[in-house]
């Protein structure tokens, strides 16, 4: 499959392009979205489609909702055809929604084991920034040198936050360490 993860509420969109085998179950595909969204997997998420809802059960015992465990569910039994999309949320503090859109089948000549960055745009928003509306702030006072919030941002931020920079080879790396299932059973 290849995917387009786009980070909604955010303009100029922040955006991945991620081939991924068909049978990958949600837990991995968190995983890869994790990686190539630049996030730490420091809060909760979830799947939502249609009404139904996949993370972790455990989570939610005391919720009202019914969530299917992301483990046992491959992405191909959710999406099925080109244009299919779910959304995964992902902090439900600052509430991180992405469109997961299905872009392409892909022939299956050689079955990709592990998550593959093809593309993208910008940096993703540093964790725990606020949601949308704290991420605007927070690039307003990264480049004002004037703010007096503006050096505690930018140490907060590691220095040196480029918003406009994307780097696919950094990610890629980051892809090939995680240790993915050798394949992805049904």
Known sequence: YQLKITLQGIRPAIWRCLQVPSSIRLCCLHDAIQIVMGWTDSHLHQFERDGKYWGVPDWYEDDDIEVIDECRVSLDRILKSEGDSLVYSYDFG????????????????????????????????????GGVSGYEQFLEIIFDPRHEDHEQYVTWAGGNFQPEKFDMNAVNDALAKKRWPARHRR
């Open 94 to 129: 600052d509430n991180w929604q992405h469109e997961v859109t299905l872009e392409k089948i892909l022939p299956d000549v050689a079955p990709a084991t592990a998550p593959r960055c093809i593309g993208g745009e910008r940096h993703g928003p540093p964790e725990d920034v």
